[in-house]
């Protein structure tokens, strides 16, 4: 019996060993899958900028369709090359796509769309739409943003500030869509004198006219990006609308499709997603022990520490939640400032943290079936924002495909909305004050 009884104890000595290797071998996979993860958020397949060359032809979405080429090629729609300097003197490109002269001439004001791209992705993610503007009269700016397409970009870390190359998910690019929108201020203002590519960008303090109107329009990384640079300039800017007495916009009318709260809301949505794959068996076990929770955390940390957004997000923590205001000394003096901090907003660290400041009509979009950010980012958006404000939730549109998914819809709810907010008034406003 006493043989007996010791022979459980063998086996089990002997395999605990066994276990703690798979256990550990695991648990490596398990790290290795975090930081691959983290490493494709920061640099998304599909991101291949060719700063000065040409726009690549490689991992194009299927709705692009053959609307991967310049205007003309695509649409028949005449445009220009142009190129401006940002405010840290990197050179950004675009196109200028000016509207149909016989639908611009009927019209007192002069608009200009400026379309702002997700992550990754470059000017021709609004190609398709600048043809509903164009017939309308209205010109369209379609740009790259720093790191992106064949504008100038960051040098690898360590040769640049961290991040590098990589992209931030808006805390950088906003200042690339606060110059754009100047710099289309610029363009309308030369309309009738001058080649739009010989406007000089250095000298960005255009400020909005009866007759000159700026709608922005972005998407995913791009509607982020405009909303925090229309938040950031509305209280920094000097000016001041005299009609209410209230800080300039930066733009007229905003159009937001697909933004998400915060580069860490995005980012433990992400993780989740990818956790319901790779516990796909053990998973109400994993659950149980928090394996689960603790992998999100981790892989949310690392995208956020890859992204640059790691101290933002701190910070909002550290602002938002008492309890941890204690350990705010902590940050100032072991947590060393921001990389690129003077890229980045002194206020506002997220889309949700600054959608209440913005200054103009804003349209939120969204899609039903977009597994990449929940449509439920759009609906906290749209509450936070302040009058006047619209909402339109697509039930079959996915991940940037609104346009794809119901075009119709799509030129009567954004088109609608502009002439609504931006010609409409604007044409009231000169009839009632004749100049």
């Not at 710099?183 to 080649?195: S, V």
């Amino acid at each position: 019996m006493l043989a007996l009884s010791r022979e459980p104890l063998q086996w089990m000595r002997a395999l605990c060993p066994v276990a703690l290797v798979m256990l550990g071998v695991w648990l490596v996979l398990l790290l290795l899958a975090s930081v691959a993860l983290s490493r494709k958020i920061a640099f998304p397949p599909w991101h291949d900028p060719h700063p000065g060359g040409e726009l690549t032809q490689y991992w194009m979405p299927l709705a692009w369709s053959t609307y991967t080429y310049d205007p003309m090629r695509s649409l028949s729609l005449p445009f220009e090359e142009v190129a401006f300097r940002n405010r840290f003197g990197r050179t950004l490109r675009g196109w200028w796509v000016p509207g149909d002269p016989a639908a611009a001439s009927a019209s007192d004001v002069r608009v200009g769309v400026v379309c702002v791209h997700g992550g990754g992705r470059d000017r021709r993610a609004f190609l398709r739409q600048s043809v509903l503007f164009h017939r309308r009269g209205w010109h369209t700016l379609l740009f790259d943003c720093t790191n992106h397409g064949t504008s100038d970009g960051c040098k690898a870390w360590p040769r640049s500030r961290w991040p590098g190359r990589a992209l931030t998910y808006g805390t950088r690019e906003w200042a690339d869509v606060a110059d754009a929108v100047q710099f289309a201020r610029i363009l309308l203002a030369r309309i009738d004198g001058g080649n739009a590519a010989e406007a000089d960008a250095t000298s960005l303090n255009a400020v909005s006219s009866p007759t000159t109107k700026v709608v922005l329009m972005g998407t995913s990384q791009g509607a982020v990006s405009c909303i925090l640079a229309a938040a950031h300039e509305r209280l920094s800017t000097p000016h001041v609308d005299d009609r209410e007495r209230r800080p300039a916009s930066l733009a007229d009318a905003f159009v937001a499709e697909n933004a998400f709260l915060s580069p860490a809301h995005l980012f433990w949505h992400l993780s989740g997603h990818v956790a319901q794959r790779i516990f796909i068996g053990p998973q109400r076990y994993a659950a149980q022990l928090g394996i689960v929770r603790a992998w999100m955390l981790l892989t949310t940390a690392l995208a956020l520490f890859r992204t640059g957004n790691l101290g933002v997000t701190v910070e909002l923590l550290l602002r938002t939640h008492k309890r941890l205001c204690a350990f705010r000394w902590l940050l100032r003096r072991y947590v060393p400032e921001r990389p690129g901090a003077a890229q980045s907003f002194s206020g506002f660290a997220s889309a949700v943290d600054a959608v209440s400041h913005i200054g103009c009509p804003v349209l939120f979009l969204h899609g039903k079936r977009d597994i990449i950010v929940p449509y439920q980012h759009s609906l906290q958006l749209f509450q936070l924002a302040k009058q006047p404000r619209q909402l339109w939730i697509s039930e079959s549109a996915g991940h940037t495909l609104l346009y794809h998914a119901e075009p119709e819809a799509f030129e009567r709810r954004v088109c609608g909305f502009i002439e609504e907010y931006v010609v409409d008034r604007s044409m009231s406003h000169t009839v009632s004050h004749p100049s």
